[in-house]
C-alpha cells in the first residue's frame, strides 16, 4: 500500500489504514462498525465521511483525529485529507420483539424516591439530546403526578386521526402526558390493571413517528409502571436520578435493583442537586459590581468556596462506583434551573445564557455515550417474561 501513486489507490487500501482505528467508547474499529463512509479518492485527495453512533458524542474531535492520523502515517505522499463528520443515531444491533417501530432508543428515567429532581431531568435531557439535532419524545409515565406538561408550557387535549393519537408538540419535541387527559385539579385513583392498560396505550397507539430517542418520566419509587413498561417492550436502559444524602442514596439503591430484577440494563447515575454555586448565582442576580466583587474573589478565600454541598458531597458518584454503573454527572442546584421549570419554560435551561447548560450538556453527551455502548453489546439482554 505505501509505494501505491495517486492513480491506483483503492477504497480497500483507504479501509485497510483505517484499520485499527476505533470508537473510543465502544471499544472497536470504525471500519468494522461501518462507520466509514463514502471514501473518494481523486486528485491526490482521499475524502470520506465518519458517521458517528450520535450527534452528542463528546469525543468527536479525538476521533477525527485519530482518522487523520492514521491516514497521514499510512498514506504517505502528497495526499490532502477531507474528513467529513457525520452522526447517525443507531437503535440496538439485534432486533427484538416488542420494538415500537420507527423509534431506536427508549431510555426510562427513574428514581428512588421523589423530590429529587426526576421529571426536570427527563424534560432537559430530552431537550438536550433535542439539541444535537435529534428526533426526540417525551413520554409522561408518572401517572399520579404528571408534571411534564407545566415543565414545558404544554397544553391542549390530544386528538385521534384514525386509531392514532396524535401528541402534543412543544419545542421540536413530540409529548404525551396523563396530564394532557385530565383536569388540573383531578387526582388520579386507579389500580394496576389500569396503569399497565395507559402504558400500552401511550407506547402503542400514539403517533410517535420516526424517533432517536424516546425518554419516558417514570413515578419515583419501584411500583407497578416500572414493571408495566418493562413488559411492554424491550427498553434500551435505564437512568436513575438522586441527590447525594445518605437517606436518598439508600432508595437509589432500590431502584437500581429493581431495573437489574427486570432486566433492564442502567445507563448510568444522575447526581442531581450537587452543590450550590454561589459564584453562578450571584453572576446571574448581582450584576456588574457583584460581578466584579466576585471576580476579584472579594468574598471567597480559595475556588473550593464557590461551591456549598448543602446535601453532601459526591454520594451518587461513590454509589455509582459501589454499584458498578455508570456516572453520568452532576447537576447543581441552580436558581435559573428552577424559576425555568415553574414558569414552563425548562428549555430555557439549555440557553447559551442558562448557568446550567454547561452540567446539562454534559450529561446529556454522557447518556447518549452510554446508549451507543449498549447498543452494540452482544448478546443482548432478554426481555423481561412474568411467570403467572
Not at 431495573?259 to 450550590?276: Q, W, Y
Request: aromatic share 6%; with cysteine.
Amino acid at each position: 500500500m505505501f509505494g501505491k501513486s495517486n492513480e491506483t489507490l483503492t477504497e480497500r487500501d483507504v479501509l485497510d489504514a483505517l484499520k485499527g482505528v476505533k470508537d473510543p467508547d465502544i471499544g472497536r474499529d470504525l471500519v468494522d462498525l461501518g462507520m466509514i463512509k463514502d471514501i473518494r479518492i481523486g486528485d491526490g485527495t482521499v475524502a470520506l465521511t465518519v458517521n458517528l453512533t450520535t450527534p452528542a458524542c463528546p469525543l468527536k474531535a479525538q476521533i477525527e483525529r485519530d482518522v487523520r492520523g492514521a491516514l497521514q502515517e499510512r498514506l504517505p505522499g502528497n495526499w490532502t485529507f477531507q474528513i467529513n463528520m457525520t452522526a447517525e443515531v443507531r437503535g440496538r444491533s439485534v432486533a427484538q420483539s416488542g420494538e415500537i417501530p420507527g423509534i431506536k432508543n427508549v431510555i426510562a428515567v427513574g428514581s428512588g424516591k421523589g423530590g429529587v429532581g426526576k421529571s426536570t431531568m427527563a424534560a432537559t435531557i430530552a431537550y438536550g439530546l433535542r439539541s444535537y439535532g435529534t428526533n426526540v419524545g417525551l413520554m409522561d409515565a408518572d401517572v399520579y403526578g404528571p408534571s411534564i406538561p407545566h415543565l414545558v408550557g404544554a397544553s391542549g387535549r390530544p386528538m385521534a386521526r384514525g386509531e392514532q393519537i396524535q401528541p402534543i408538540e412543544a419545542g421540536g419535541l413530540k409529548l404525551m402526558s396523563m396530564g394532557f387527559l385530565l383536569e388540573p385539579q383531578r387526582a388520579v385513583i386507579m389500580r394496576g390493571p389500569m396503569l399497565h392498560g395507559i402504558i400500552q396505550q401511550f407506547l402503542h397507539q400514539v403517533d410517535w413517528g420516526p424517533l432517536d430517542y424516546l425518554v419516558i418520566d417514570l413515578p419515583p419509587g419501584t411500583g407497578d409502571v416500572p414493571l408495566s413498561l418493562a413488559q411492554a417492550l424491550p427498553l434500551t436502559g435505564a437512568v436513575v436520578v438522586c441527590t447525594p444524602q445518605e437517606v436518598a442514596l439508600l432508595d437509589v439503591t432500590r431502584a437500581i435493583t429493581m431495573f437489574r430484577e427486570l432486566k433492564v440494563p442502567v445507563l448510568g447515575m444522575i447526581e442531581n442537586m450537587a452543590f450550590f454555586d454561589v459564584v453562578a448565582y450571584l453572576h446571574d442576580r448581582g450584576g456588574p459590581s457583584v460581578r466584579r466583587l466576585v471576580e476579584g474573589r472579594g468574598y471567597f478565600d480559595t475556588p473550593g468556596d464557590e461551591r456549598i454541598y448543602l446535601f453532601g458531597r459526591g454520594g451518587a458518584r461513590r454509589k455509582a462506583e459501589e454499584m458498578g454503573v455508570p456516572f453520568l454527572g452532576e447537576v447543581p442546584l441552580n436558581v435559573f434551573l428552577r424559576e425555568a421549570g415553574d414558569e414552563g419554560k425548562i428549555e430555557r435551561s439549555l440557553s447559551p445564557d442558562s448557568p446550567a447548560r454547561p452540567h446539562l450538556l454534559n450529561v446529556v453527551e454522557e447518556l447518549a455515550r452510554q446508549i451507543s455502548i449498549q447498543n452494540v453489546k452482544t448478546p443482548r439482554m432478554p426481555k423481561l417474561e412474568v411467570i403467572g
